[in-house]
């Protein structure tokens, strides 16, 4: 049986009513609690020393590259190296990122040791290359946290790992190190396609780009966007956003379809200034730019509103879908309370339910927010300001890769299907 726009409107919404009304009793809907506003004007960031670092007994170090966080390092001993990382600013979320390299004049094993500054617990199992492209985790045999807890909270946290140093340059990081130069080859690489676009649509505040991807040769009546990466280390989220993006750019009879009637705009890399600078979490304007999307003080929030505000107005379309990719301890959907209706009443939960079904043993973690107004993220922005169905799409940091890839991939699938219909 053929579904008439209109039967399947009101099938979204009756999808909606279900998953809002089991959300009142389900534990996996239990809200996220309201997002504090706080003060985003500028202010001072502190900038990392950047050197090759000569320790003694042969032993070599650098934060020389883009994406590095090295704060300070000292040979303690024949076989011990420490090093501070400490973050970008504070107050801040606790996010502790770090990316060096190591490498000796011979062979030797050596204990590195991590220490964060006051109140700030390991967060990221560290990862090492041998190319600074492919990165493996250090096997867990291999490591140990030390975090102090006391009277319920972190007060200092130190994490040490085993090494094995050479000649040959060893990076220790975080996570995988994607910086705005594999952004740009990716971007570039998917702009080959005829129907996809990559232009400038702003600058950061140390003047780096801020490209938009154009998906699709619609008329902009209906409008998709996506963004990512608005905080540094967040690679998790940025796998996923390309898993995603890549899937709307396939030549599937349904991609082609959908990117007859909805153009995609996505900004893949929010901040740049962030990513290669090592931030734990800031813009160089020392801001959580997802705290910006009210007062818009610092100029990568700004570049993406005026980017879709003028859109908007110039094509008097409407954007139908907005989600923003990040990474956290677990996956979870940050989502708008589903009793509050944009232009596509209950196409939310229609994609988390309908990407779920797909993915074995998964259980989807959905935390709406209160449904206050209050434009303080980009996501309740988009909802709240132009009636985007808005959906916060975290990863959690250990996700294993290939589901990452996996479940990007179908919640494009489901979300054409759903759009198509």
Not at 133 to 154: A, H, L, T
Request: glycine share 8%; hydrophobic share 35%.
């Amino acid at each position: 049986m053929q579904i008439t726009k209109l039967n399947y409107r009101t099938i979204l919404v009756f999808i909606g009513f279900i998953i809002t009304v089991s959300c009142k009793t389900s534990q996996q809907w239990q809200g996220q609690g309201e997002i504090q506003e706080v003060n985003t004007q500028t202010v001072p960031v502190s900038l990392q020393f950047k050197n090759v670092f000569d320790l003694g007994k042969g032993i070599y170090a650098s934060n020389e590259f883009d994406g590095a966080r090295l704060n300070g390092i000292v040979l303690v001993n024949d076989t011990i190296i420490s090093t501070l990382i400490t973050p970008e600013n504070s107050p801040i979320n606790p996010s502790p990122w770090y990316a060096f390299k190591l490498w000796a004049d011979k062979e030797q094993e050596i204990t590195l040791a991590l220490t964060y500054s006051e109140g700030v617990n390991h967060r990221y199992h560290p990862k090492t290359s041998t190319d600074g492209v492919n990165f493996e985790e250090i096997d867990s045999s291999n490591f140990s946290i030390n975090n102090k807890i006391i009277e319920g909270k972190p007060k200092f946290s130190s994490a040490t790992m085993r090494l094995s140093l050479s000649p040959d340059t060893l990076w220790i990081s975080a996570q995988e190190l994607l910086t705005t130069s594999h952004n740009d080859s990716w971007a570039q690489e998917l702009s080959k396609k005829s129907f996809i676009t990559n232009s400038k649509a702003g600058e950061s505040r140390e003047g780096r780009p801020i490209n938009v991807l154009k998906i699709g040769n619609s008329d902009d009546k209906a409008i998709i966007a996506v963004i990512s990466r608005q905080h540094p280390p967040e690679v998790t989220g940025y796998l996923g956003m390309k898993s995603f993006v890549e899937t709307l750019s396939s030549d599937s009879e349904d991609a082609v379809a959908f990117r007859k009637k909805y153009n995609t705009y996505v900004f893949p890399l929010v901040n740049p200034d962030g990513v290669d600078n090592g931030h734990w979490r800031h813009n160089m304007g020392g801001i959580d730019l997802n705290r910006d999307w009210a007062d818009f003080n610092q100029p990568e929030t700004t570049v993406i509103r005026d980017f879709f505000e003028k859109k908007v107005k110039d094509s008097g379309g409407k954007i139908y879908f907005f989600v923003d990719f990040h990474s956290t301890w677990q996956d979870i959907y940050y989502t708008i309370d589903p009793e509050q209706k944009g232009n596509k009443p209950g196409l939310v939960p229609a994609l988390i339910l309908a990407s779920g079904k797909e993915l074995e043993n998964y259980e989807p973690n959905i935390k709406p927010s209160p449904g206050t107004g209050k434009r303080v993220t980009s996501t309740s922005y988009f909802f709240y300001e132009h009636g985007a169905e808005s959906l916060t799409y975290e990863i959690g940091d250990k996700t294993p890769r290939g589901f990452v890839k996996k479940k990007g991939e179908i919640t494009a699938k489901k979300l054409i299907e759903l759009l198509l219909k």
